[in-house]
């Protein structure tokens, strides 16, 4: 990644937002660094800062929805994974210490900037992270949609936090931070629109959603269809699990739906669970019957790797609970 240093360019997305879609972004959304709305977009607009007219900003409120054509960005600044470099920028700055104070803030990333991005870029990157900020804090007066499961509300909420970057940021700039995003947003509605859409029969229900996730990027579309199979993989298992099946039936089922190679992997994972199981039979046992003291703190150590002793008490207390 040509100007950004190694520490803060993964360009990784997380599974976990491929799952959760739009949840996911109103997880991770601040109601501001400040805890208030921050610099209005006119503001960083009036004080120089790059970003679109205000008019432009309002008739493209829904050009998120709009794919973008693929292709790569000549820019050594405006390349994918700046957005998670801007992250592990701020980030850095905030491990100096609590603070709401969106011009302390940007004192540390200015003491920080050598730190990230190399001498080519580093004051682009710098004037870039400073508007960063200030969209973030702007992001508080997006109100989340009252119920996520409405798509129309949720495409108001995402058109309106659309606004706002594309009034803080050029469109190139947009491209490089959001467009990954975009797509993940795009995917999610069409998505929330098929399953709303009580006309479909069950068939072409399923044959719209494949159409969907089709349309994602190809990283993107690897990455959701990994994480959907690892979540279909462990609901498999618990039905499994509920019928008490064997060895036979667990591989037979696995292997007609993922293959042999996935259904050998899942049979390993089965023995070590298992394993794992009998011996914190054998630890609750033995604790039941001599209670604390250094023989059980003895058999602890024979019975459990130093990782898996990080684990035997809370698994204990889970299964106390019923869990």
Known sequence: MAGIRGRAAATALPAALLVLGV????????PGVDGSAGTPPSAARDAGAPGRAAGAADAAGTAFLAPRPPGPLADPLLVPGLRYAIDAFLNDALEGGATEDPQEIKRRLRALADRHFAADVRERALALALRYVDYRAALGSVPPPADMSDANAVRTAMQARDSLR???????????????????????????????DRTLTASQRAEAMRAADAALPEPLRAARQASVAHLAAADQTADLNARNADDATRYAERSARYGEAAAQALARRDDEERQWQSRLDQYQQARAATGEGPALQQLRQQLFTPAERLRVDAALALRGAGG
């Open 23 to 30: 949840s996911a972004w109103f997880a991770l959304r601040a």
């Open 166 to 196: 594309q009034q803080f940021f050029e469109p190139a700039e947009y491209e490089a931070l959001f467009a990954e995003e975009a797509a993940l947003d795009r995917h999610t509605l069409a998505r929330m629109d098929i399953a709303g």
